[in-house]
């Protein structure tokens, strides 16, 4: 989108229905002054602002003397020192100690009728059992579990179990391989491994166990247990001195366990995320300064009040299910909806529906999905009581005008705030996101910082602070805030490589972004090596070494180019080794195999080429701006390619990919 692509976007107000309506609570900021005034005192006053709001959202077993510590510079970022508390008290003991009876979980099966809700007072005790079972194991504070499951609600049991004990959860998305999974375990030493007998999604059955089996066979490894939750019966192959089925241990474990006081900087949880250069990096979140942004951020951006129905469509193996299904609402008291079908099982209605049922507030998903939706037909939203929303919200990647207005008008009625949220695993929460009662929005911009966020955008050669309107540069933060990473687990100096070093006394976020003329913000996407198909991070770096791993393979250029559903789709430009015989077509199957084996299904390219050459610089260096440039057609417009060591490659691939010219 260009400046004057920019000025042809409409402002949209805050919806009269949200400021006025009898029928809604007002909202918690219901002005763009107050907005303004609350930003600047959390930017000026971070300890005054962040004290208070800790104190209020938060229950601590000790209370902290030192609201924030530390710097980028030194990348010793340190929020409510002397702070204890304990995640999993936070997330249910005190909401089931005074609401019991409120439902914490109204879990969504993958057959619409199959619904179970489960109460705050159920969830401490299936919290406690599981907690006790971790325990008997020999889990104790400080150790790692990894969680390989589906989106039921013993997901979120195992989740803060670990968080009752102090034991680091590494959630990986069901979706990825089993060698995929094996690094991470092996990463991240996890003794135990809870995952089910099986998944079922969209109708299928997705063979869970089998996978985590393959990922600790033949191969020393740290997991000394893995606790199946029997999901669809279907039999599974069973190791009888590692393995234990979840129902035959949580009977057996005491129903409370107490909660271990947790000082506010030791870690909750990984979280293994793709960065632009090899192995995937093991984020590490705290536990004060994380559960506040994930609470914050549901309260102000969300604007969540009481007896709110919190429905986010997100993966509980991304950020977002962390933060938006379980931390941030539990943390408040919300019912929480956890969806483990797909927006289109049994038919296209399925969110809709979803909402109309239980009378969804706030809605969360991504731009993948409503493009997705919008195509296949209005017909499918149409006739369906979708009043009860307030608030429907959108991440992962930048929301293009045509699926923004769409999600207004079909889904919002023209009467929700609409809340486009940019933010990353590394921020922890939501870091640019217009307010529901104060934000007049523009479709495609995420608008404004949140409380705490001194977004600036930075000259990526210079590294200063650019204050041109319109003109692109990269995305860095002032200041710190609560909720961001504290570091790369085992492997500091890599974090502050990353995000801390390139742009000193800043952190990078390693987003492209401009400012209009009004501020608002826009992002660009990623300026590194980083590709997000339907809002899944992959690094090309990652899709490369799985391709090269192939015998028949020589060198792999992996790109992501445009892709109107997906946003960006995976190319990959392939050179064999000598004395290949195989046919084309088996080969690009092949591999397409082999990235689905190495990483998971959801990276498989797009289109594989193969070819005999890629175009290279004199030292050796592929050129991957000239082959985005082919794949996205703007062929037309390489510039210079007479300094590649061989230009007469560009035009071979670029029939390859649109044919003889
Ligand atoms: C992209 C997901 C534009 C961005 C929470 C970021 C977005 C990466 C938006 C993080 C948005 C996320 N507009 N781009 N609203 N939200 N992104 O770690 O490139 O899976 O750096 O966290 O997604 O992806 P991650």
Known sequence: MTSADIDQIVTHPVPERLLKSPDFPTPHVDSMEKYKAMWK???????????????????????????????????????????????????????????????????????????????????????????????????????????????????????????????IHSVVFAGFSAESLRDRVMDSSARVILTSDEGRRGGKNIATKRIVDDALRDRETPVEHVIVLRRTGTPVPWENDRDLWWHEEVAKARTFCSPEPMNSEDPLFLLYTSGSTGAPKGILHTTGGYLLGAAATVKYIFDYHENDIFACMADIGWVTGHSYIVYGPLTLGATTVLFESTPTYPNPSRFWNLIEKHKITQFYTAPTAIRALRRLGDEWVEGIDLSSLRVIGSVGEPINPEAWDWYNEKVGK????????????????????????????????????????????????????????????????????????????????????????????????????????????????????????????????????????????????????????????????????????????????????????????????????????????RSGKIMRRVLRKIVDNEHKQLGDISTLADPSVVAVIIEKVHGPV
């Open 414 to 617: 023209g009467k929700c705030a609409v809340v486009d949220t940019y933010w990353q695993t590394e921020t922890g929460s939501i870091i640019v996101s217009p307010l529901p009662g104060a934000t007049p929005t523009k479709p495609g911009s995420a608008t404004f910082p949140f409380f705490g966020i001194d977004p600036v955008i930075l000259d990526p050669t210079t590294g200063k602070v650019m204050d041109v309107v319109d003109e692109t540069g990269v995305l860095a933060i002032r200041q710190p805030w609560p909720s961001m990473a504290r570091s790369v687990y085992n492997n500091h100096s890599r974090f502050m490589e990353t995000y801390l070093s390139p742009y000193p006394g800043y952190y990078f976020t390693g987003d492209g972004a401009s400012r209009d003329k009004d501020g608002y913000i826009w992002i660009r996407g990623r300026v590194d090596d980083v590709i997000n198909v339907s809002g899944h991070r992959l690094s090309t770096a990652e899709i490369e070494s799985a391709l090269v791993h192939h015998e028949t393979v020589a060198e792999a250029a992996v790109i992501g180019g445009f892709d109107s559903l997906t946003g960006q789709c995976i190319h990959a430009f392939v050179t064999l080794k000598p004395h290949i015989e195989a046919t084309e077509d088996f080969l690009t199957k092949e591999l397409t195999l082999q990235v689905r084996k190495i990483i998971g299904p959801f990276a498989a390219p797009k289109r594989i080429y193969i070819v005999n050459d890629h175009p290279k610089t």
């Open 41 to 167: 005192e959390s930017v000026e006053k971070p300890k005054e602002f962040f004290g208070k709001l800790a104190t209020d959202l938060l229950s601590w077993s000790k209370p902290f003397q030192t609201v924030t510590h530390g710097s980028f510079e030194k990348g010793d970022v340190a929020w409510f020192l002397e702070g204890e508390l304990n995640a999993s008290y936070n997330c249910v003991d005190r909401h089931a100690l005074k609401t019991p009876d409120k439902i914490a979980i109204i879990h969504e099966g993958d057959e619409p009728d199959k619904v179970r809700r489960i109460t705050y007072g159920e969830l401490l005790r299936d919290v406690c059992r599981m907690a006790n079972v971790l325990k008997s194991l020999g889990v104790r504070k400080g150790d790692n579990v990894a969680i390989y499951m589906p989106m039921v609600p013993e997901a979120i049991v195992g989740i803060l179990a670990c968080a009752r004990i102090g034991a």
